[in-house]
Structures are given as C-alpha cells and as structure tokens.
C-alpha cells in the first residue's frame, strides 16, 4: 500500500491557510438584502400581539415577517417547529419575527422597532416534572404534529416527545438474585457546539419557486430534502450548496435557518437574503446539545458479573425535537455500553421544556449515556472492592456475545477489551500510588487519582442511509472525485483522495476535490453525520473506483489487443501482466482512444460508485431487539488528574486513549480528530454548560460566559494509539471515529476525580465550584 | 449611527465633553465597542482619546507613577514600572484577558468601566491610586476608593474625562491572584490584591467580591495574626452568586487568594 | 460616511465609510479582504485576529475611524508572490487546521508572535496564541507549526 494510513496533508490546506476559502459569510450576491431575527426574552410565554408597523416604515425594509404570516413548519424526525414562533414561545431566544433590509444596520434598527406583547406562563424546566400527569405542556397540539410513524413513539399530554425502550431477558428476577445493587442519578447540562464559524444562510427564492440555497451546512441534501417537503416543492427546484464549513459538531446538520430565511426571500420578490446568526444568536436561537438525567440501576454477583442493569434517560430535549428523538433513540441502543448484560430495562425519553432546544452533537447521545454507565462502573467495583479496570474486563462485550439489542458480536467487530488494557497498562491505571507518594499529596493539597473508561459508538443513523460517489477523469489522465458529504475539517475529501490514488494507481496530487457541495451537481449523500464518511462514502468511492478500472480495461484491452484478465494497471497506465512493456496510459484512453488514422472509439470516462447501510433493521417498538449499527468502534481513555483541593481545580496530568479503527487512513488526521476531540471532551467536563437563570432566561448567552477550552486548558499529555481490527465491509478495513474520541471524557476525569478525593461526584460539569462544593459536603 | 471624534488636543477634547452631551469615550473600546454593537450604548457621538499625546504617556518621578488614559496594559506591562511595590499591577495586567486585548485595552477604560470584577482595580485600590479628570470647567482629582458607586456605576460625570491614573509612591511589596472558570482568558470569578509595606501595614483589596471592587484597609500584620486578617478581612467582602461563580465559591477562593497574596508579599517583613 | 487612510498589506487605501462600523467590516466589507474572519464579535475568539500598528488584536474590537493612517496585515498578505510563507507551510505540514475558520487569525497572532521573537518556548507561545480558539484541533498540532518555525529559526 502506498498511500493507505500515510499521513497525507489536507487537500484544502492552501486555500484555508491563505484565508480564500470562502466560508458562507464571504459570499456576496447581486441584489442581496440582509436579514435579522428578533428573539424572544421570555422562556414560555404566549404572543398576544406583535405590532410590525414601525419597522416595516423604516427605509430600506424590505420584508417584516411573524408567526401570523406564512410559517413553515420544520422538524428532521417530528415536524414540531415553526420558523418563527407562532401563538407563544418555547424558549429564551426563540426567533420571533425576521426582517429583510437594504443593509444590516437597517435590518438591525428594524428589529428593534418591532413590539410585542407577552404573557408570561410558567416554565416547564424540570424533566423530570414535566413527564408527570397533568404537568403543564410545552406543545399543547403534540397530537397533530407529522413524524416518522413506527420509529418514533411520542407520548402526548407528557411532554414526550420519543421514548424508546430496550427489554431483555428479566431484570426484577435478576436484581432479586443479586449479590449487589446500586442506584446513582447523574445529570448532565446542554452544551453548546461552539463551531468558530456561527451557521449562515443566503436564499433565492426565484420566480417559479426555483429555489437556491447557501448554507453553512454538514447536511445539503437533508436541507434540500426537509425544505422541499416544507414547502411542498419538488426536489429538482432546489438547490443547495454548501461552501467551506467552519466546524459543525453536529449542530450543522439538519435544517436551521433556511426556511425562515427562504420566506423572506419569497417576500422579498426573490432577491437573496443573508442571515448569519450573531454568536449570541447561536447560542440562544440555534439549538445545542441535550441536557440528561440518567437513573442507573445495576445488579451484580460478589465476583463482579452484571447480571442486570436498568435505566431511564431523561433528556432535557428544550423546546422542540429536532435530533433530539433520534438522539434519546440512540442512548437506547447503546444504554448500557460495550458490556455483556443478560437482563436490561432502558426507558429513553425525550422531553419538551423550556430550554433552548437540543439536537445531534459530536457523539449523538453517547457521550450523554456513558456519562453514566462508565461512572456506574467505577462505582460497582467499589461497592465491591474490585479493581475497575479488571471488573470491566470481566463483563465486557466480546465475540460471541450479544449486545442488548440482540446483535451478535464477532471477530471482526473490534475490541474494547485491548483498548481498555492498552490505556490502562500505559498509565498503570490499576497500581497504587506509593507511601512517599501519598504523604506528599496530604502535604500539598493536591490529590493525584487514576482511572479508565470504555466507548464505544455506532453510526445511529436510519437504515437506508447511503452515499454515493463520481469520479471522473480531464484529457491527461488527473482524476476528480465529486461526493456528496461536506469535508468541514475532518479529512474526509484526503482519505477520498488516499483511496482513489491507491485503487486506481495514480499519484495523489494528480487527483483534486472541489471544495463544497452542490445538490444539483453532487451525487447523493444522506449527510456528513455519525461517522459515516469514511466508510459510507469511502465505500461508494471503491465502488466507483472499480467501476471506472473496468472502463481503463475495457479500452485497455481494445488498443492492447488483450483480454481484461490478462492486463493490470500501475503507474497510471494498463498494461500486459506478462508483458508490461506494452501499455497504454490513462492520458491516452481516458477520453477515448485515437487511431493513427484518425478513427476514435470509446469516451470520456467516469465511474460511479454507490453504497447503503447495510443490513439494519428497524427495532422493536417494544423490545428494542434489532440490528441498528452498521459497525462498532470501540475505544478507551485513562487519565490522571490532580486535584487541588483547596480550590477545587482538576488538572488534567496525563492521558491515553486508544481506538479501534480497524484500519488507520490518514494517521495525522486521525491523530486531529482523537486529541480535537478529547479537548472537546475535556471542555464538557470541566467548564461548559448551558445555564439558566430561575425564570428560565438564558445567563451563557456569548463566549464571555460559555467557556470552552483555550491554548492554555490543554491536558498536560495525551498519548494515542490505535488497534486495528479490520472492519470487513470498510473501505481497508477502516471504520469510524470522528465521534468517539468525545465520549466517555467526563466519566473518566470524574472516575479519577473520585479516585483523587474519595468524592463521588455526580453532576457535571466538574468546575471548581462544583467540585469544591461535592468536597464541602463530604468532608 | 454615531458620530467619531478623535480630538488632537486636550482643549479640544474638553470643548467636545461641553458640546456633545450624549458623547461616549473610547480608549482601548473592549467594553465599548460590545455595548455599541449590542445597542446597551446609543450615544450621538464616540471619542477617541488616543489621538491626544498628552494621554499616551507613562511616566515615573520621584512621587507618582502616572499611566494616561490612552495607554495600554501591555504598554504598561512592556514599562518596566510595575516592579516592587506596584508588581500587584504587573500582575494584573497580565492576568487581563489576552494579549489580543491587552493590546488594546486601558488601564483607565478598565476602570471607567467600573465592573466590579476588573481586574486592574484591586491593585489600584491597594496602591491607593486616583484619577485626574478634566471637564469643560476644569477636572479634578477623585481618589480609587471613592470613585465605584455600583456595577458599572462611577462618580465621574457625563462630561467629564479621565486624563491619566496616577500611583502615589509606595513602599513595600505587592501581588495580584485571580480565579477563573478555565486555565485561558477568562474574567475574574475573585480577584485579590494585596500592599505590604515595609512598617508591616497591609492593605488589601478585592474584585467580584460586591457591588464594587472593595479595599479594606489598614491592618497592622505586626500585631494581628494571618488568622485575624483573613476572618476581618472576609467580614469585609459580599460576594454574591452568579452564573460565574458561586457566592460560596467565591467566598472560599476570597479567603484562599488571600492566603496567596499574602505568600507572596509577607517575605518582605523584617 | 468620512473618508479614511490606511495601509493593508502594503497597499494604500483611501475608504469612504460608515463612522460605526468595525475595522473588521471595514476589511470584509468595503476593502473585501474576508480571510479575516468573525466568530463572535466580542473579542472574545481571535478569529479577526490582524496585525494593527505592529500588534496583534481582534479587528472586532476597533472601530474603522481609528484605523485612520494605521498600517495592518491580514491573512491577504502572508504569502508572497504566490508563494506560501513558511508559517503557512508549517500549519499545513503539521497538520494544523480542521475547519479553517479560525485558521487565518491564528496565523496572524503567530505571525505576530514570531516577529517580535523568532524563537518562542512552548509556553511562551501558548501565552501569546491564549486569544484564538479552535474548536477542532485541540491546538496541540499548532502549537507543533510555530515550534517548527521557531526551531528553524534558531
């Protein structure tokens, strides 16, 4: 292999170090207005008036939009949401009314001459609460709203927007027969994606109903698919095109602001509009993460075998579903992690409240749940006076054994256990510290604790999400590659690159990508989501690959007079296997082939190249049994941390983590995506929430007061390593991993937090405060 | 939309304070600019003192250290004068934000700000630093630790400018500690500044911990013990809770910093 | 609308705009340089990030009108003559950029940093780049681009 797991530089990385990558922001268009949203002060409270007059008098307004005009409704699984919020608001910030202007400051100056009347109700902010009879409701019309029938299993009058159960095997029997059983609430805060470029959109709605899209998007078919059926319009009227991306996290997939936006455009007689969310906006108009409250139950026998766990998830999923369904869906489908458990009960709910809305975020769920369970474990071997490394090991997943689904794990699935003993061993996560050690911790106040957890993700995506994948060869034989999904940052357009160089023998920098997406000229792909890339479209990109060697062969073999199984190809040529001297190149053949005379047979080459998840099925709405990952990616992280404990500070010393990727592609940048997204993590766990204040106003309105990590926030080392257990239906053998490195960061740090102090901690995230509050209270 | 000023003169500056009314003043602008983009300030006109040589100095003499209105805390930090007893100020400084805008922003815009958690104003609060001023009639001297009415609220008028902050001479040994939610740039959950002079009097003074920053002075470290301090001095402060801290949270790290501040000044006690 | 002079990038520029308006509109907007970004227009992400007068700051945080008779540099002018500065070249080689958006503003703070001492510790310039975020890198790989250029200089 020549390019497979080389550290090849990004295909975009002049553009973006030049600064001509054109984000959404950079784009102008003739004629283009701009547009601004009002937002709602208040959590829950009905509209009784909106008076636009004053703001539509203003010159240079071109369009004033509200609820009372025509709204479109939204939603990816549960058509909840109107574009701008109609009869009453759900959220602090929920985009009220929308102005089309001349110029920005217009625009600006006219949203502030709107005035609305409230009344005020009471908020709905306790999950907990809400899904008690006779709670107050957060959508009081739940009943009629469109969703996805089968799959998802809304409780009206309950505030629940998705419960998804798991059932297996019989838990009260088993809890009677346990020799331990433990019971732990852990909650969980929203957080924010903070992607450094905010969303953005700019809509044409031309004459006709053509409709064209820019969007800063993870998901521009999705775009295009939810808005067409919004609006009720053909898929082939609308086009979307996605320029760079500047980070997404999730909170980029799906459809945001486009149908607001659209309308305006409409209004407007079809002159583009822009609207690009201030940083505020982003983080009280634009949704976030889900908050959680996860109740776990486990039974164990005194040698540490589980033998039942149950659970119920409470996600905080805010105003309306969005992802938030799937997501709660998800957290069922990996309830209890890589564990082998005979007997489980897992009740995942979504729930309305009054928060700003949640939806997918890096790790879909998974980072939520294992929050939980991996702190539960820690726990268990407490309880039972068990090394965790080694009470993990005894109950972890692995071939032969089934999920609790009801997927059967084989040799090729991955396994979690080397990744656990790899992290564990390279901290020596199960050894004492020393006598010496210890005084001098008593000494200093600062408290060093070691710990471990496992992860692991599937995609979580619908069972007929598929990719596709062009590729097509200019007159001298360089190749260019059109797919679907949007490279916002995490390589996927190199690896593309690293497999068409290897497959079709041709050097790397002969084969270029366009930056972005565009629906009307790219192949489909569902979206750029789940960790899916990779495998998905790196597998429609084989698939096409071959497809276009057959071409090569094809003409090959007419202008060498041999048949396909006697010619190869290298060096960007296809030659005779016995005789390589006689070849031709692709330059030659690629646009078909000129005879001396002049005749020409063949034509331009392009091959295509399809895939679709394969073999999952939807689950039992009762059970929750079936096959609903299309491949697992296991991993672990141990860390050391000390702990000040006069101050409450957690420093990070050291970490390891380990992944299962089946094959490694492109080491540097899978390199970025683990140590990105353990920082990331290390965020979640350490200082990002979402905070509210008593009447549910949003206090972490900017980045003054939602603090994510810095150069200076950095764990003091972090060593990676991979295990590689092919994957044999990914391309190489690889499979996903965007996600994972995420998940499992806040149980871990907190496991070693409690190993530091003593202090079981429960609540994230493990600021000082709370940190030093949990240690007020013990000691 | 807002008219921009940039007087080249202390005199001109003076006839705009009389003739603008509305008029907002901008040195660094890392408050300002937010509050004009957010609508929280609509003034008729912005100026921008920077363009006034007189405002861009720093200077020491044999009494004072005076730092104008328009120079910046990296300039200060870059001086060379915040050494011995003004160190408190070196400290802070450098604790402000990040070098982006320590580039920018100004010890007098830091004060004129007047947030309670500022990180500049405890160390000038222990250094017993005052503002000069100049209004359309004149200006005036106002000391530190009479200038904080409340958050955000100060006792200069609304044509009124600050010219420079000017340190008396000091003596003795100084620091500044802060704790913050992150490791990066962040704002002051508490800060707490800290004088020592070489007679054993102590001053301290500390940021989030009120309304305004508070300065409590003077206790006498010769007669009363480290514990005595700490319990009058934590009598002295109201931290409240916020969505940036606690109020216990501030006050156990009030009482910790303390502890700091006085680690790294008490050495010099003979 | 009053009329400014400023030199970008080498260029003199003579600009009719707005009193109210940023030096980063000013950039984006009426000179179009939009490799500086906006990520927040608070000073609080570093993705404006411009050399002003010899200093590094957030272009979010000054208002046009002080820009008059400034000298700055932005991304537009890193590279020269079409080629790709050894600062750039290393943030590439090292892998050192995801998404890129705040991309062009770290490379601006390095630049800075590098300019006033070619050779930075690591925390040296963990201290001067503290301003810029990046939400995917984990910044460790930038920290490996300047050290590179930093080593070389020695």
């Known amino acids: 292999m020549s390019h497979i797991g080389k550290s090849v530089i990004r295909h975009d990385g002049v553009q973006k170090v030049t600064g001509r990558a054109e984000y959404l922001a950079d784009i102008k268009l003739n004629g283009m207005l701009y547009a601004k949203m009002l937002a709602s002060p208040h959590a829950h409270a009905r509209i009784l008036r909106i008076n636009t007059e004053k703001a539509k008098a203003l010159p240079g307004v071109r369009a004033v939009l509200t609820g009372k005009d025509d709204n479109a ?372 106040g600062k408290y060093r604790g070691k710990a471990a957890a496992v992860l692991q993700k599937s995609p979580a995506m619908p069972t007929w999400s598929a990719s596709s994948a062009i590729i097509h060869m200019n007159e001298d034989g360089t190749v260019h590659i059109t797919v679907g999904g949007v490279d916002f940052g995490q390589g996927t357009y190199t690896v593309l690159q690293q497999i068409a160089s290897e497959r079709l023998h041709i050097p790397i920098e002969k084969i270029s990508m366009a930056p972005g997406v565009n629906t009307d000229m790219s192949p489909y792909d569902w979206q750029t989501v789940a960790s899916r890339m990779t495998v998905l479209c790196g597998n429609a990109l084989c698939d096409a690959c071959d497809d276009l060697e057959a071409q090569l062969l094809e003409m090959g073999g007419v202008v060498l007079r041999a048949g396909k199984h006697e010619l190869g190809l290298a060096d960007e040529h296809v030659y005779v296997k016995q005789n390589p001297h006689q070849r031709v190149s692709y330059a030659q053949i690629c646009m078909g082939y000129t005879y001396e005379n002049g005749n020409a047979v063949g034509g331009p080459m392009i091959g295509r190249g399809k895939c679709i998840a394969q073999g999952l099925t939807n689950i039992d709405p009762e059970t929750g049994q079936g096959k609903t990952a299309l491949d697992w990616t296991y991993g672990a992280h141990a860390v050391e941390v000390e702990v000040d404990v006069r101050t409450g500070d957690v420093e990070v010393l050291h970490m390891a983590s380990c992944m299962d990727v089946g094959r490694v592609m492109n080491e540097a940048m899978l390199n970025g995506q683990v140590v990105g997204g353990v920082l990331q993590g290390l965020g979640t766990t350490l200082s990002e929430a979402v905070y509210y204040d008593a009447e549910g106003n949003l206090l972490t309105r900017n980045l003054t007061d939602y603090k994510i990590p810095t150069f200076k926030d950095l764990p003091g080392n972090l060593d990676v390593s991979y295990i590689e257990t092919p994957q044999l239906d990914g391309p190489y053998g690889a499979r996903g991993v965007g996600e994972h490195p995420l998940i499992s960061i806040t149980a871990v740090i907190a496991n070693a937090v409690a190993n530091a102090t003593g202090t079981e901690i429960y609540e994230l995230p493990l600021s000082a405060d709370k940190v030093r509050a949990a240690l007020r209270q013990t000691k | 939309m807002y008219a921009f000023l940039a007087p080249k003169t202390l005199e001109d500056a003076r006839g705009f304070l009389e003739s603008r009314p509305n008029l907002k003043l901008l040195a660094g602008g890392t408050d300002l600019i937010i509050g004009l983009r957010e609508g929280l300030v609509t003034p008729d006109a912005v100026m921008d003192v920077k363009q006034i040589p007189a405002l861009t100095q720093i200077r020491q003499t044999e009494d004072v250290l005076e730092i104008g209105a328009a120079v910046t805390v990296d300039e200060m930090l870059r001086s060379g004068y915040l050494s011995g007893p003004y160190h408190a100020l070196y400290e802070a400084g450098e604790e402000l934000a990040n070098i982006l805008l320590r580039n920018r922003a100004t010890l007098a815009g830091n004060i004129c700000n007047a947030s309670p958690g500022g990180d500049m104003l405890p160390a000038c609060l222990v250094l017993d630093a005052w503002v000069e001023t100049i209004r359309p009639d004149g200006g005036r001297r106002i000391p530190l630790r009479e200038f904080f009415m409340g958050p955000k609220r100060h006792v200069l008028a609304s044509d009124e400018m600050v010219v420079k902050t000017v340190f008396p001479r000091a003596a003795g040994k100084s620091a500044y500690r802060k704790k913050k939610r992150i490791r990066g740039h962040d704002l002051a959950q508490v800060g707490v500044a800290g004088l020592l002079g070489a007679d054993g009097a102590l001053t301290l003074a500390f940021g989030a911990c009120g309304p305004t920053p508070i300065c409590l002075d003077v206790f006498d470290t010769n007669t009363q013990s480290r514990a005595e301090i700490l319990d009058a001095a934590m009598n002295g402060i109201a931290p409240i809770g916020d969505v940036r801290a606690s109020k216990e949270h501030r006050q156990e790290m009030a009482r910790y910093l303390t502890e700091a501040v006085l680690d790294a000044i008490e050495e010099v006690r003979v | 609308m009053k009329a400014i002079q400023l030199t970008v990038n080498g260029g003199a520029y003579k600009v009719f705009c707005p009193e109210d308006i940023t030096l980063l509109t000013l950039l984006r907007e009426h000179l179009h340089l939009t490799g500086t970004k906006e990520g927040c227009a608070a000073g609080e992400c570093g993705a404006c990030t411009v050399i002003y007068n010899g200093k590094p700051i957030n272009a979010c945080m000054v208002l046009a009108m002080e820009a008059d008779g400034a000298v700055i540099e932005t991304i537009e002018g890193e590279a020269k003559d079409g080629v790709l500065s050894p600062l750039q070249q290393a943030f590439i080689d090292c892998h050192a950029l995801q998404c890129g958006f705040c991309t062009p503003g770290m490379i601006m703070s390095a630049r800075a940093l590098l300019d006033e001492n070619p050779t930075p510790t690591r925390d040296e310039i963990v201290h001067a780049m503290e301003g810029n975020l990046c939400r995917c890198t984990g910044y460790e790989p930038i920290i490996r681009a300047i050290e590179q250029i930093a080593g070389g200089a020695q």
């Open chain 1, 73 to 444: 409704m939204v939603g990816i699984y549960m058509v909840d949401r109107s574009a701008l919020a109609q009869d009453k608001v759900r959220h602090w910030g929920e985009a009220v009314a929308a102005v089309a202007a001349d110029t920005e400051a217009i625009a600006e100056e006219a949203v502030r001459l709107i005035e609305v009347e409230y009344e005020v109700l009471p908020i709905i902010f306790d999950a907990q609460e809400a899904i008690q009879p006779g709670a107050p409701q957060v959508h009081e019309q739940a009943e009629s709203y469109d969703y996805i029938k089968g799959v998802f299993h809304p409780e009206p009058g309950r505030n629940i927007a998705n419960r998804t159960k798991v059932r297996r095997g019989d838990v009260d029997e088993a809890f009677a027969r346990a020799d331990v059983v433990i019971e732990h609430t852990y909650e969980q805060p929203q957080v924010f994606h903070v992607p450094l470029e905010p969303h953005g959109t700019i809509v044409q709605w031309g004459a006709e109903d053509y409709v064209k899209i820019y969007s800063s998007t993870q998901s521009p078919f999705a775009v295009r698919d939810l808005f067409a059926h919004s609006f009720n319009l053909p898929r082939n009227k609308v086009e979307v095109i996605a320029p760079y991306v500047g980070g997404g996290f999730g909170g980029k997939s799906g459809i945001h602001l486009e149908p607001l936006v659209g309308m305006l455009s409409k209004r407007c007689g079809g002159r583009p509009v822009k609207l690009i969310p201030t940083r505020e906006e982003e983080c009280a108009t634009l949704p976030s993460r889900q908050g959680m409250v996860s109740k776990v139950k486990t039974g164990a026998m005194r040698d540490g075998t589980i033998i039942a766990e149950e659970v119920e998830y409470l996600w905080v999923g805010g105003a309306y579903a969005d992802y938030g369904v799937n997501i709660s869906r998800a957290g069922a489908m990996t309830a209890c992690g890589p564990y082998h458990i005979e007997n489980v009960k897992a009740d995942s709910v979504t729930v309305y409240t009054n928060h700003v809305f949640g939806t997918a975020y890096r790790g879909f769920g998974h980072p939520e749940v294992f929050f939980g369970i991996e702190r539960q474990r820690d726990l268990l071997a407490k309880e039972l006076g068990m090394d965790p490394v080694e009470l993990r090991l005894k109950n972890l997943l692995m071939p032969g054994k089934e999920t609790i689904t009801g997927e059967l794990i084989t040799e090729n699935t991955g396994r979690v256990d080397q990744c656990l003993k790899v992290v564990a061993e390279k901290l020596k996560v199960s050894e004492d510290y020393t006598a010496a050690e210890r005084a001098e911790m008593e000494k200093t």
